[in-house]
């Protein structure tokens, strides 16, 4: 009786979605690599990887299969357990975020099933990406303490540190952006940014939260643990950080993990701030293409925008060199948290006292 | 047995078994992480009585960040073994005492506690974010703005300790 | 049952149902890449590549110390303001419907944690140069 009361179909269709998206993360993710490489190639006037296939094109896969046939270390002094748990936790938080990005709209068949292209769509779903967020820190903090190396134990500490004072700012960075959607479900706050120009002002939320934005776009770099704030994993002073002990996949998760991250972090802003798969004059191309053509454009719209935040993430991670830890502590304790309360008031009183 | 009932089943087990886990194991890191998947069941059981909110609280909060401070506290120990304090028989004797005691309150107050026989409506909307802030800003805003002074003393307690030089 | 719960609203527990499939999924997915991984490569173990890393020196000791107070202190103080902001939360949800007294309160509520944030700075509590 049990089994015949559960909507088999509904469940078949989640796991397809899931497993397409979970797919394409992780295929963004390894191309991410080969980008990122190649950003850097050019932005040093280099040429990057170009031996594998053309324009290098094969060389994250060749990377792939070699973490897979590398050796797998375990340092004897190392918690076993942990230490395999710690990039296991990392890669399956970077998997759970993507759960509440509305990847496109609601597709109607024939049949009037309503297919959603959002896992689920809860209406906690910005406090939801926060809780994977902060049990995120787990993964490199576990992973460092077994590894019992000292380089590997000040990285993960440094991570941890560095993770939990910029997910303050963060948080509040956002209130102001919420006060003005009055939700917390990420498809809402999509459809108030429908189109992109309205009442003589735009849609997307980046034109009325410009400070909020820039905010929220300073901690994610520092959440990601990405350059300038990579200081975790800082090759020349912690000799790879939290991971100096990692080899093999285990390696290759906690690098992998990182990417997706860059991925499902930028469809977030992508979504928060920039009208996610919205686009100028969609209502025009709606009218005139079928439903399923509409939405496969605006997943392409969402993913076009989403690889040129990635893009920005890059050109960002080569030009800015790593900041001091205590300049990293200082601007997101002692700037950025009171910078995103003052944004929070003001939005708060220019809404009560100046449009009302 | 319905679909409800059965996930209910399945997260009290987890829950309690991540209970005697967190008691039970003798390294405090295992324990910490034990906790943890006591908290994810506990959240599951919030979400069951559609309080969403309390559920993501939950896990923001005492799984993402009361336990990395755990966990800081057990990195700051020294865990090599040979220096882990010794306890007296004295003091183990003692805390059987005051366990057993405290077992038997539970007990006492278990026994004379009238359970509440009416179901716990699962489509009830109290539990989610906007019905929540509208009474916790109306209703219960007093007692929100002395939390406020709570934490404030819970600041001043933290600073004057950590920077005790 | 479940079938009725289907098409309600983003409020109900029946939301929460592919989550747990994505949580199944991905715990599938790590767990099969790492017994993958765990069959494949090679294994010579030497005792000299089971040591510790420290750039090639005897290591001294193990990893097992205590680490600064400021990192502690700094995941304390994370505890009081995580909960703080939460409380922004609910409010903001709500913000259109509170209205002025809502935001009256919600000042209060943040002057008591600016007044505490100052005070955390002028104890030098956030201070990592010295």
Redesign the interface.
């Known amino acids: 009786m049990l089994l015949l009361s559960i909507d088999w179909s509904f469940i078949i269709e989640k796991l397809i979605l899931i497993s397409v998206i979970l797919g394409a993360s992780l295929g963004v993710a390894t191309y991410a690599t080969w980008g990122e490489r190649k950003v850097a190639a050019w932005m040093q006037d280099r040429k990057g990887p170009s031996r594998a296939g053309p324009f290098g094109l094969l060389q994250p896969i060749a990377d792939g299969i070699k973490l897979f046939f590398k050796e797998e270390i375990i340092p004897n002094d190392a918690n076993r357990f942990l230490f395999i748990l710690g990039p296991s936790l990392a890669m399956l938080t970077a998997c759970m975020a993507s759960a509440v990005v509305p990847w496109g709209p609601s597709i109607e068949l024939e049949s009037g099933r309503v297919i959603a292209l959002q896992v689920a769509d809860i209406n906690i779903g910005i406090l939801y990406v926060f809780g994977v967020v902060s049990v995120g820190v787990y993964g490199i903090m576990l992973g460092g303490w077994a590894s019992n190396n000292k380089y590997s134990l000040m990285g993960s500490v440094r991570a941890a540190s560095q993770a939990i004072s910029y997910e303050l700012a963060m948080g509040i960075s956002l209130i102001a952006l919420l006060m003005m959607t009055g939700t917390l479900s990420l498809a809402e706050i999509v459809n108030q940014q429908h189109g992109f120009w309205e009442n003589g002002w735009f849609t997307w939320n980046v034109a009325k939260q410009p400070l909020g934005f820039i905010i929220f776009l300073v901690c994610a770099f520092a959440e990601l643990n990405r350059a300038p704030f990579d200081l975790p994993e800082a090759e020349s002073e912690l000799v790879a950080g939290y991971h100096t002990e990692y080899s093999s996949m285990k390696l290759g998760f906690y690098l992998f993990a990182e990417y997706v991250n860059l991925f499902i972090s930028s469809a977030i802003l992508i979504t928060l701030f920039f009208g996610g798969y919205n686009f100028p004059f969609m209502d025009q191309v709606a009218g005139s293409v079928s439903p399923v053509v509409f939405s496969i454009i605006c997943v392409l719209v969402l993913l076009t925008k989403t690889i040129m935040m990635i893009l920005f993430f890059m050109f960002i991670r080569w030009t800015i060199p790593r900041f001091r830890y205590d300049q990293l502590m200082n601007l997101g304790w002692k700037s950025l948290i009171p910078l995103a309360l003052v944004n929070m008031l003001i939005t708060g009183a220019i809404i009560i006292w100046v449009l009302n | ?4 009932q ?1 996930v209910f089943w399945i997260l009290s087990v987890i829950a309690i078994g991540g209970a005697l886990g967190v008691i039970l194991s003798r ?1 405090p ?2 324990s910490v ?1 034990f906790l ?1 998947v006591t908290f994810f069941a506990v959240s599951g059981h919030y ?2 009585l ?1 309080a ?2 309390l559920a ?2 939950n ?3 005492y ?4 336990m ?2 755990f ?3 057990i ?6 073994g040979d220096v882990e304090p010794q306890k007296s028989k004295l003091l183990q004797f003692a805390g059987i005492i005051s366990g057993g005691i405290l077992f038997l309150v539970l007990l006492a107050a278990f026994k004379t506690t009238q359970l509440s026989t009416t179901p716990i409506n ?2 009830t ?1 109290i539990g ?3 019905e ?3 009474v ?3 209703r219960f ?1 007093f007692p ?2 002395i ?3 709570l ?2 003393s ?3 307690g ?2 004057v300790i ?2 005790k030089d | 049952m479940l079938s009725v719960l289907l098409n309600s609203p983003a409020n109900t527990t029946i939301n929460y149902l592919p989550i747990v499939i994505q949580l199944v999924v991905a715990i599938g997915f790590v767990a099969f890449m790492m017994s993958v991984t765990h069959l494949l490569g090679p294994k010579r173990r030497t005792s000299d590549k089971l040591a510790n890393f420290e750039s090639g020196i005897e290591s001294v000791g193990n990893a097992r110390q205590p680490m600064a107070i400021k990192y502690f202190l700094v995941a304390i103080l994370f505890v009081l303001f995580d909960v703080e902001v939460i409380f922004f939360y609910p409010y903001a949800v709500n913000f259109k419907a509170l209205g002025k007294e809502g935001f009256l309160a919600v000042l209060m509520f943040v002057a008591f944690f600016l007044v505490g944030f100052i005070y955390i700075r002028k104890r030098g509590a956030l201070d990592w140069e010295e």
């Open positions: 047995m319905n679909p409800h059965l390294n890191v295992a992480l943890i979400i069951l559609n969403q909110f993501i609280v896990i923001i909060v799984a993402g960040a009361i990395v401070l966990l800081y506290v990195m700051l120990m020294n865990l090599n699962a489509s909307s989610l974010i906007s929540l802030g509208q916790l800003f109306t805003v929100f703005e939390s406020s002074i934490f404030l819970a600041m001043v933290a600073v950590g920077k």
